[in-house]
């Protein structure tokens, strides 16, 4: 983990809001909470001093030039806004142009990506910008489903909404055909 994850402040941060809110910290249960919420913080934001590039590789040269499918990849990120969690899968498309890489490095993009400080529609976004930057594909397709639980425990009260963003990239922007065919595998 990177240096810049200061778990002590973490910690000193985690104790003084416990206090604002009555907590008792000498109680058994809540005494060693900062702690654990520093570990926690370490272990769901970890995304954010690495890049995401560096997890998508092009393992082959190819001539497939159909949809490669992603379907309901788990995410689980932290709102930017709330500090509280959005929970959900992305889809991710793409359409190479002779480069392809592994299944799994598309989902490990999404999960360096998601474990940041975010807000969905970024998150959309910079998936589908890292696979056109290094698999250089003919378009990519991304479409987030996700519930934000400050809009479900807190606010408007609303649990179960969920919140779908979509990015479209290349022929998928270009080519309605092409871009149903992809939005008809990801609904089925």
Known sequence: MSKQFDKSKIEKGVKEILEAVGADLKRKDIATTPKRVAQMYEEILDGQFRKADDELEVILEQTHDEIILLKGIPLYSLCEHHLLPFVGKAHVAYIPDKRITGLSKIARVVDVLSKRL?????????????????????????????????????GVKKPGTLTTTSVVRGVFRTNQKTRQEALSLISS
Do not use: F, N
């Not at 969905?120 to 639980?149: C, F, N, S, Y």
């Open 118 to 154: 975010q807000v969905q529609e970024r998150l959309a976004t910079e998936i589908a910008d890292v696979v056109m930057k290094k698999l250089k594909p003919k378009g990519v397709m991304v479409v987030i489903e996700a519930e934000h639980l400050c809009m479900s425990m807190r």
